[in-house]
């Protein structure tokens, strides 16, 4: 007879966590949005981690623990509930029907998961790791080089005319963009690993190019965020075929033309393994790589043309500067993007 696994939220350590740390601001008479303005994270969050839904850092639960005062033995053992909750693998919802006997064959082999899935799970993840060999995350994106990625899968998985799919381009690239306020939350840690590769990837014009590297420097900078990439000089051990990105302990996401969900730890350790061989073989500091792109981008912007008086090679009067970002090209900031150039 076929079943459908159950599957829990969250560890029972992460619920404990929340229950405890609830209990303790009552105790204190503070409202959540006090908590959340006193250790500098948003009032949902605070909902979420004392509800069991939001997985917290051991950093992060000495934080909150001591803005609420909570005596120095108690700090410690709510800190070990936030390592037990990050160590202890997620049961993610699974749509994938197994006989008896074959659960954990059939979570070895993955689940397909769709989009909605894939953000539920990533918003509930405090540490948010991902390596991509061949495109720049979703995370990272400007809305002109997400939206010519999306329109390319349409038309392969869709196809027909660009008129029929538009309008379901213009939704998942507002929710691409939409989905980097994440990248904000003081909560949350990312780290990206990128092939040099990526750079020179021209998924849009050099005019956005340069907007898009430009969106990767500034990300680079924030204090949450590690930005690595792999120089293509590096010597590989084994060919990166596809990117992936591992949320937390719990799930890793394996993007082909559908999402791949797997939770087995054995899965999660060969992945986390991969991640961490890449990220020796990167450079730590991304901005001179970056600017060499920058600089490649800027100079496909000032085409020369021959001078009809004499041999000598001229910039049109109308060429723009070597560094400077058109008007017409995206702006980086991360919320903006969400309307769709045509």
Known sequence: MESEAPDPPLPASAQELGAELARLRHERGMTGQALAAAVGISQSSVSKIENGLLRVSPADAERIAEALQAPPDEVRHLVELAVRGR???????????????????????????????????????????????????????????????????????????????????????????????????????????????????????????????GRIAAVAELPNVMVRIVPSSAQLEYPHVQGFTILDESLVVVETLEATGYDHPDQIRIYGKIFDEYAALSASDPQAILATYMSTYA????????????????????????????????????????????
């Open 299 to 342: 100079g496909l912007l000032t085409p020369r043309r021959t001078d009809p008086t004499g041999p000598r090679s001229v910039a049109p009067a109308e060429t723009r500067g070597a560094s400077e970002v058109p008007r017409e090209s995206p702006d980086v900031s991360p919320t903006a993007g969400t309307d769709v150039p045509e």
């Open 87 to 213: 160590s202890e693998p997620v049961r993610r919802p699974s749509r994938r029907r197994v006989g008896a006997g074959g659960e954990e064959a059939a979570r070895l082999l993955g689940v397909s998961l769709d989009q909605q899935e894939v953000l539920d799970a990533e918003r509930q993840a405090t540490l948010i790791r991902e390596f991509e060999p061949i495109l720049l995350p979703g995370l990272i994106q400007i809305s002109e080089y997400a939206r010519r990625v999306v329109n390319g899968y349409h038309r392969i998985t869709i196809g027909g005319d660009e008129g029929t799919w538009y309008q379901r381009t213009a939704e998942k690239v507002s929710q691409r963009i939409r989905r980097q306020n994440l990248l904000y939350e003081s909560g949350r840690r990312f780290e990206f690993i990128l092939m040099e590769s990526v750079l020179g990837n021209r998924f849009a014009p050099p005019e956005y190019m340069i907007g898009q590297i």
